[in-house]
């Protein structure tokens, strides 16, 4: 299983970004979805994650100014990010919560990283 993150860039003060992420492989099924975020020096900490049910579970730092969604048809999770600032900027990582084909366990798995750079 790999989960491949798309949308990082460049971006300055109060823009947007839309991050998204696919796992691909043999996947039974996905429960929660979500994303982290990584600064230089800094700890990885919780963005956002959301589940199969659609319950949503938001980061102190990012409340009112990041959206996630999931699409279940496509087991897909975005990150809408808006109103950016120079705090925001980090390498996010999307997870998986999901049991693969034959498998019994539930696992996380993360996603390589995309780079979120906030600046003017």
């Known amino acids: 299983v790999q989960l491949q993150a798309f949308g990082g860039g460049f971006v300055q003060p109060g823009g947007s970004l839309r991050l998204s992420c696919a796992p691909s492989g043999n996947i039974d099924s996905i429960n929660v979805m979500g994303w982290y975020y990584q600064s230089p020096g800094k700890e990885r900490e919780l963005v956002a994650y959301i589940r199969s049910d659609g319950r949503i579970t938001y980061g102190d730092s990012v409340k009112g100014r990041f959206t996630i969604s999931r699409d279940n048809s496509k087991n897909m999770v975005y990150l809408q990010m808006n109103n950016l600032q120079p705090e925001d900027t980090a390498v996010y990582y999307c997870?998986?919560?999901?049991?693969?084909?034959?498998?019994?366990?539930?696992?996380?798995?993360w996603g390589q990283g995309t780079q979120v750079t906030v600046s003017s």
């Open positions: 997870t998986a919560d999901l049991k693969e084909v034959g498998g019994s366990a539930w696992r996380r798995h």
